[in-house]
């Protein structure tokens, strides 16, 4: 039998004083918890205002607010192109120039590739290698990740190798390359003038298609390329695209250079 004087009843009901029950740590835990989680719920409720907060673009992520930005770019570009051919309607009328100059000027413009281009094309399609994808071949390491995608370097020797084959214009999935054009990636994205693509990648070229494959067949750096292609599974194919009419370049085509100091 436990001493009367260790008894709870004791401290509270006998002639000795009181004593204050003690809080236990695991009550103290279980209020905190409920405490927090109605600052949580008040905080939520006050944020969305009754709206869905999933929809607040502050919250979106990086991957959607790229995709916004590009679906914007494409119409921004669209506009810029409407309002450039109505200027160039304006300009026809009576630009005091004479019948000589207006041919170089269309001249230029063909080179500049600010207009449309038709003749015979060939179109060369990359693409990403399964991710489950194994060595194929004997002697070779089992693949990393960074070896099963499409690289900045792939895009970019296809595009050389059209352009040493003679390609008069050359399209990357729905747009014109200028000379200003630069073929960049992020990961295993495409970004080209302002857009964002997501493989596969097409690479449209108009020119002569039999020295146009001749030149891809003479590239070093595709050499190397389907290597991966054929031991580890990168998407490649050429096809004869017979008469295609490319689109004219509908972006900004102003430069921007350094100048001197002083």
Known sequence: MSNSADSPRTGAMGSGPARRPRLR???????????????????????????????????????????????????????????????????????????????????????????????????????????????????YPEPQPDYLVIHQQDLQAVVNALWQGGAKGIRVMDQRLISTSAVRCVGNTLILQGRVYSPPYKITAVGDPDRLKQALADSRAIQTYMVYVNVYGLGWNVTDDGTVTLPGYTGTVDLHYAKPVG
Do not use: C, M, W, Y
């Open 25 to 139: 740590p695991v009550r103290i835990l279980t209020a905190a918890v409920f405490a927090l989680a109605g600052l949580i719920f008040f905080t939520s409720f006050d944020t969305a205002k009754g709206t869905d907060i999933r929809q607040d673009a502050s919250l979106l992520k990086l991957s959607d607010l790229i995709q916004q930005r590009s679906r914007k770019n494409k119409g921004l570009d669209e506009s810029n192109a409407t309002l450039r051919d109505s200027v160039e309607s304006l300009a026809e009328n009576d630009d005091g120039s004479t019948k000589a100059e207006d041919e170089e000027l269309s001249g230029l413009e063909k080179s500049a590739g600010t207009h449309e281009l038709t003749g015979k094309a060939v179109t060369v399609t990359l693409n990403d290698a399964p991710p489950d994808a194994t060595a194929k071949l004997p002697g």
